[in-house]
Structure formats: structure tokens, C-alpha cells
């Protein structure tokens, strides 16, 4: 069975996901934005180390922490169905359907985190999801990392077990930026969809194709 590998923001959603999914959930008590100053730090950090591990996992100790799943679950789903709505390329779920359609096995694989991006995979019918680990203690939101955060050479590694694991190397790949390349190139039918200019220039070199998606 083919197997057919998105990455999702940028790809599938027209943006990031996390932090806009951290500010909704901030907003319903305004008072807990201020929380965000906590993460100005690690911002700083990330200036000099460019770790998006360290910086997602302060964001979400600095903001989130102690959220039960209970309370985060009914809001994380109505975020995903109002993204999936709203902000998600028409030409990209065309494209999952088009796959789904055609009995390929669906993949989602994004750095975000799995407390609300399996639920991307559950609303556009994805059959397995890949996506970065984040600590709960007793169903408690902590917030440390307990997966390497699931982008560049990690997703290519991810990308490489997966194909292991199935053994099919009748593979496609969509992603958006420079460091979905990595695992991109792994694939037969590799695809950078709506990329910067460097990144095009990055893919040509490797072979890889380019689209714009609506």
C-alpha cells in the first residue's frame, strides 16, 4: 500500500498551529496572556541557539502548564475543526482525498505536539499520526518535550522508520519549508508545497518538486 506522508503547517494549514491554539486557549481568561512574558527567555535563546525544542517546550511550561486533558481536549477539537474550516489549502485536502481515494496509507507528521494533532489526523481521516511527545503527569499537562521535536533530520528518521516499518517504498511526501527537505528527498514523489524562494532552489537541486496549493 502506498503510503502518503503530510506535514501540517504550512502544508495542510495555511500557518502555524501551535501558537495560535496557545493564545486561543490564553484568551478565555485574558489575565493568563500575561503568561507569555515567561517565554520572552527562551525567545531570546532562540535567537542565538535556533533550538525550537527548548522554545516549544517553555512556551508550553510558561503557558499551559497544569491544563488537565479533560479540559484541554473539548478545546483543542474545536480548534482543529475551526482550522480545518477556515484555514486549511483547499488544494491540500483535495489532495488527502485524492489519496484516501485512492487506498494510499495516510500519514500526518508535524513538529507540533500530540495532545491536539492527532486530532488533525482523526478530522481529515488520516490513518496513523507522527508528531512531537509532550510530558503529562497524571493526566496533568508538564510540558517537557519526551520526543525529540519531530522536524528536519528527526523527521527524516521518522520518515525512514516508517517506510521500514511498512515496507513500501512507494512513497509520497508533502512539506513547506527547508527543513522538511531532509525527508522530502526520501521519498519517490517528494513535494514542497507554496516554499520560499530558497527553499525551490534547495528542492530543485534535490529533486524535488514544487507546487503552489490555494
Known amino acids: 500500500m502506498p503510503i502518503a506522508c503530510f506535514d501540517l503547517d504550512g502544508t495542510i494549514t495555511h500557518r502555524d498551529t501551535l501558537f495560535p491554539l496557545v493564545l486561543r486557549i490564553l484568551a478565555r481568561r485574558p489575565l493568563h496572556l500575561l503568561r507569555l512574558l515567561g517565554v520572552v527567555p527562551a525567545a531570546i535563546r532562540f535567537l542565538v541557539d535556533h533550538d525550537r525544542g527548548a522554545l516549544k517546550q517553555s512556551l508550553l511550561r510558561r503557558t499551559l502548564r497544569g491544563m488537565s486533558r479533560e479540559a484541554l481536549r473539548p478545546l483543542c477539537t474545536q480548534f482543529v475543526t475551526d482550522t480545518i474550516e477556515h484555514g486549511c489549502f483547499r488544494d491540500a485536502k483535495a489532495m488527502i482525498r485524492r489519496h484516501r481515494d485512492a487506498g494510499h496509507y495516510l500519514v500526518l507528521m508535524s513538529a507540533s505536539v500530540d495532545f491536539y494533532v492527532p486530532e488533525f489526523g482523526r478530522q481529515l481521516g488520516f490513518d496513523h499520526v507522527i508528531s512531537t511527545g509532550v510530558r503529562f503527569e497524571r493526566d496533568v499537562l508538564e510540558g517537557s518535550l519526551t520526543t525529540p ?15 521500514a516499518e511498512r515496507d513500501d517504498t512507494h ?18 514523489h517528494g513535494v514542497l508545497v507554496n516554499g520560499s524562494l530558497s527553499a525551490r532552489r534547495s528542492a530543485a537541486a534535490l ?3 514544487t507546487v503552489d496549493w490555494d
Open 207 to 209: 529533486g524535488v518538486t
Open 171 to 188: 512513497t509520497f511526501a508533502y512539506g513547506n519549508s527547508d527543513s522538511d527537505l531532509p525527508h522530502l528527498k526520501l521519498a519517490r
Open 149 to 163: 521535536n519531530r522536524r528536519g533530520d528527526e523527521k527524516a528518521r521518522c520518515f525512514e522508520a516508517l517506510v
